[in-house]
């Protein structure tokens, strides 16, 4: 497969099952406000999956629409990073996971929006504003939860301790991102990361919570396909109208 | 379909006779289509009535978010996914737009949700019904919100202010509601035998279910009349039900489905539908709590008040603190 | 000390708008996340629009009763209204 079709259905399924997995809260929030924040950020990251589906689509010229490629792929061929397959969880989990995601987003986005690849770049700018904002939101809540109750502060660490070793994975770059590096396509690993843990950081502190070790032990595989076992789940909810009824429209 | 069933607390509709100067007062405002607001004046009975009504009406759109979350994971295109997290979206709005409008008349919204969760307050019959296909998204956006904005339009010309100004906001997003799941029908209809069947089955499962959201005739009722007189019913149950079923059987004949009604005929004198005998026992029963989903639209209700309290609790907390060292 | 959220009316100033509008209420702990959610909650329409967040029970209003003593002399001053001075059909934009 092309490297930047690669790249692209990363940013894409990445987009995609976090965007999956907030929906399941719908409904479900602990406040009504809240519920509506979370759904909000669910539709913004579904509105940039597809955005970046549309791309790889149009440079694959298989033919391949982007029902196709939600639809239709198996777990293998899958390229989202392990974090955002992890539970839902509490309400704790589910937040941590989305500052951990968030901060690196941010970071990218603002890259991306460099990026020597004009449509790449355009992406990037419509979806900065949204990922700013997410990242606000969600940094802030972590302080507020860390800087909470007893009992939010220890659930929060908790989850803080137990996403950590998936948070490493989006620095941890192959083939493709190294293409895309060489190419002015996509900001560098190293730089990302350090901008990341500044930031996660700044927060973890001003949520009085302990940030884990930078360089402990991290998981990988999710961009090559190789998944935990929570995503086959998740993709024979997501996807069984379609297997069920192949070739419908709807 | 909030108005029905709601107790006034009052035995007969109030004369002139019956009424205190201050009430006589109050009633001339609304005969004069004057709009009351949160500070003025109001009898208790009104306030009372309101309360019960908007927070049922607000009860309902928490509620309804479920049976539709129930299939945002399972839409089967991204479009349609994105539709329609956007409207169960909508709904958690209009449901914070009614809590506020509630709110204005002395009760607090924790007090109502604990209403809710005790069993005691209300909702609208029609969300304790699964939602079993994708085709049911369709049909709900179709037969439910269109009957909800049937409703809803004459509410947005009621008495109390801050309850018309809610309904307006809700309306101006509701009829993108219905469409789009008339959207969802049309493709089903247009489709495979099998999405065809799928669009037919979802259509005789909710038929009957939406011509019950109504409520029973009320003809006869005295909760009914008081509340026409304060202008917070504007039309009768049945005058509504009409309105819907005279709308809706074009829209399935255009469709080619069938309603599920064999009584089902047009009237040329009267200009109207009839259609057949309505089992109120159902009704009943599943205002009751008898209905195949009361209980799990509760619990999980009860369930996501329970599991958030720790999170609402460190916001407080958070807050506390840092207005307590600014 | 009470554990609800506090009430919070919101008022929006649209993009395009002259003044702030009432709009609503929500609930939230503080001022910074009445904001924030306000803006999910009022804005998903909407892009750049100014948003002012007022806690409900600070909030000081005129009483009904006093509408005669507070309004009465605006309404007598009809000339103070467009409407008062009727225009020739032939002259727009007044």
């Not at chain 1, 490297?3 to 692209?8: A, I, P, R």
């Not at chain 2, 809700?170 to 969802?184: L, M, N, T, W």
């Not at chain 3, 708008?17 to 909650?41: E, Q």
């Not at chain 3, 892009?47 to 209003?61: N, P, Q, T």
């Amino acid at each position: 497969m092309d490297h930047k079709v690669n790249y692209l259905l990363r940013l894409g399924d990445n987009a995609l099952i976090l965007s999956q997995q907030l929906s399941q809260w719908c409904g479900k929030g602990p406040a009504l406000e809240e519920d509506m924040a979370l759904t909000n950020v669910a539709l913004d990251l579904l509105g940039q999956t597809r955005l970046w589906y549309e791309y790889a689509s149009e440079l694959e010229g298989a033919g391949r629409d982007e029902d196709a490629l939600a639809y239709l792929r198996d777990a293998h061929d899958f390229k989202n990073c392990l974090l955002l397959e992890q539970p839902n969880g509490n309400y704790a989990d589910t937040l941590v996971r989305q500052f951990y995601f968030d901060t690196w987003h941010y970071f990218l986005i603002d890259g991306l929006t460099r990026s020597s690849d004009a449509r790449i770049a355009a992406i990037a700018e419509k979806s900065l504003k949204e990922v700013t904002y997410h990242l606000r939101r969600s940094g802030d809540l972590i302080v507020r939860l860390g800087d909470g109750t007893e009992l939010s502060h220890a659930r929060t660490q908790a989850a803080v301790d137990a996403l950590w070793m998936y948070s490493g994975e989006v620095f941890a770059y192959d083939a493709v991102d190294e293409a895309m590096v060489a190419a002015g396509v996509a900001p560098d690993a190293a730089e990302l990361r350090a901008q990341w843990l500044a930031h996660v950081a700044e927060i973890l502190a001003e949520a009085t919570l302990t940030m884990p070790p930078a360089d402990a032990w991290m998981q990988k595989g999710g961009k090559q396909g190789r998944h935990s076992e929570h995503l086959g789940y998740i993709l024979a909810e997501m996807q069984f109208l379609q297997r069920a009824y192949p070739g419908a429209v709807w | 379909m909030y108005a029905q069933l709601v107790d006034t607390g009052l035995k007969q509709v109030l004369t002139a006779a019956d009424m205190s100067a201050d009430e006589q007062a109050f009633q001339a405002r609304i005969d004069d289509g004057i709009r009351i607001e949160a500070k003025d004046w109001m009898p208790e009975a009104y306030r009372k009535t309101l309360i019960r009504q908007i927070s049922q009406h607000a009860h309902s759109e928490i509620v309804g978010q479920l049976p539709e979350g129930n299939w945002v994971t399972r839409a089967p295109t991204l479009k349609r996914k994105s539709i329609l997290l956007a409207k169960i979206q909508d709904e958690a709005g209009h449901g914070l737009y009614l809590y506020s409008a509630a709110e204005t008349l002395g009760v607090s919204r924790d007090e109502l949700l604990a209403a809710l969760h005790s069993g005691k307050a209300k909702y609208s019959s029609i969300f304790n019904y699964p939602t079993l296909s994708w085709a049911d998204m369709g049909a709900i956006g179709w037969l439910v919100d269109g009957s909800a904005i049937i409703n809803q339009i004459p509410l947005c010309r009621c008495s109390y202010g801050p309850y018309a100004r809610a309904m307006i906001r809700v309306c101006k997003e509701e009829s993108f509601h219905a469409r789009q799941g008339y959207d969802i029908m049309l493709a089903l209809a247009r489709g495979t035998p099998a999405q065809k069947a799928m669009a037919q089955d979802a259509l005789n499962r909710w038929w009957w279910p939406s011509l019950m959201m109504f409520g029973p005739s009320d003809a006869e009722s005295v909760n009914s009349a008081q509340s026409a007189q304060w202008r917070i019913k504007l039309f009768s149950n049945d005058e509504l039900r009409q309105r819907m079923v005279d709308q809706t059987v074009p829209q399935a004949e255009y469709l080619g489905l069938t309603v599920p009604d064999p009584d089902l005929r047009w009237n040329a004198d009267t200009g109207h539908y009839e259609f057949g005998a309505i089992d109120w026992a159902e009704f009943h029963n599943v205002l009751k709590g008898n209905g195949p989903c009361n209980r799990e639209r509760l619990q999980t209700r009860v369930k996501a008040w329970d599991d958030g309290e720790w999170f609402r609790d460190a916001l407080v907390a958070h807050a506390d603190k840092h207005r307590a060292a600014a | 000390m009470s554990k609800e959220w506090p009430l919070w009316e919101i008022f929006i100033r649209s993009q395009h708008g002259l003044a702030h509008k009432h709009v609503g209420s929500l609930h939230a702990p503080d001022a910074a996340m009445a904001v924030n959610n306000a803006r999910d909650v009022y804005t998903r329409r909407n892009e750049g629009v100014s948003i002012w967040v007022v806690r409900a029970a600070d909030i000081v209003a005129s009483s009904p009763a006093d509408k005669g003593a507070l309004f009465e002399p605006s309404n007598s001053k009809v000339y103070r209204h467009p409407t008062f001075f009727p225009m020739p059909e032939e002259v727009k934009n007044l």
